[in-house]
């Protein structure tokens, strides 16, 4: 379930690109420093009947993002992503999940960082899983997030 306030995050995170829109991913659970987001099987298949690599890396990625828009101050900050490494556990030929979270302390330090520095970065190590929960892929990445550029901060005033 989405808590209301974090609905326009939601929203915007899957509109924002193309590429994601087209992929038909969706973000199920959202609220303050978690989300959870599943990438359907339609739609997303490849020329074996599995899951296209693709749309799996796609998945991990999105990640960042989105944990990024439900624990820092999108108005002041904006995530890129830096480095993403995804291991292919099994292959999958159902809806895949991917659920991501960051503690208050994580969250605290890297702002502080932020604060400091202009800019930070954040690792996050997860797991893509089946319909029954067996993992898939290991999704491990770093973003940065630094302070929003002038010409983008209209962008995110929906915080």
């Given at each position: 379930?989405?808590?209301?306030?974090?609905?326009?995050?939601?929203?915007?995170?899957?509109?924002?690109?193309?590429?994601?829109?087209?992929?038909?991913?969706?973000?199920?659970?959202?609220?303050?420093?978690?989300?959870?987001?599943?990438?359907?099987?339609?739609?997303?298949?490849n020329?074996?009947?599995?899951?296209?690599?693709?749309?799996?890396?796609?998945?991990?990625?999105?990640?960042?993002?989105?944990?990024?828009?439900?624990?820092?101050?999108?108005?002041?900050?904006?995530?890129?992503?830096?480095?993403?490494?995804?291991?292919?556990?099994?292959?999958?030929?159902?809806?895949?999940?991917?659920e991501v979270?960051?503690?208050?302390?994580?969250?605290?330090?890297?702002?502080?960082?932020?604060e400091?520095?202009?800019?930070?970065?954040f690792a996050?190590?997860?797991?893509?899983?089946?319909?029954?929960?067996?993992?898939?892929?290991?999704?491990?990445?770093?973003?940065?997030?630094?302070?929003?550029?002038?010409?983008?901060?209209g962008?995110?005033?929906?915080?």
């Amino acid at each position: 379930m989405i808590e209301e306030k974090y609905q326009p995050i939601a929203d915007m995170a899957v509109a924002m690109v193309e590429g994601i829109r087209r992929t038909g991913l969706q973000v199920v659970d959202l609220r303050e420093r978690y989300a959870k987001v599943l990438m359907p099987m339609e739609s997303n298949g490849n020329h074996v009947g599995i899951m296209y690599a693709g749309s799996l890396f796609t998945l991990g990625e999105f990640a960042g993002g989105i944990i990024f828009g439900v624990t820092f101050d999108i108005t002041k900050y904006v995530p890129l992503v830096k480095e993403i490494n995804i291991k292919f556990q099994s292959p999958a030929a159902t809806d895949v999940t991917l659920e991501v979270s960051m503690t208050k302390e994580q969250a605290a330090e890297i702002l502080k960082e932020a604060e400091t520095n202009g800019k930070a970065d954040f690792a996050l190590e997860l797991e893509i899983k089946d319909a029954k929960g067996e993992i898939v892929s290991l999704v491990n990445g770093i973003w940065q997030f630094r302070e929003i550029p002038e010409s983008m901060k209209g962008i995110f005033a929906t915080q």
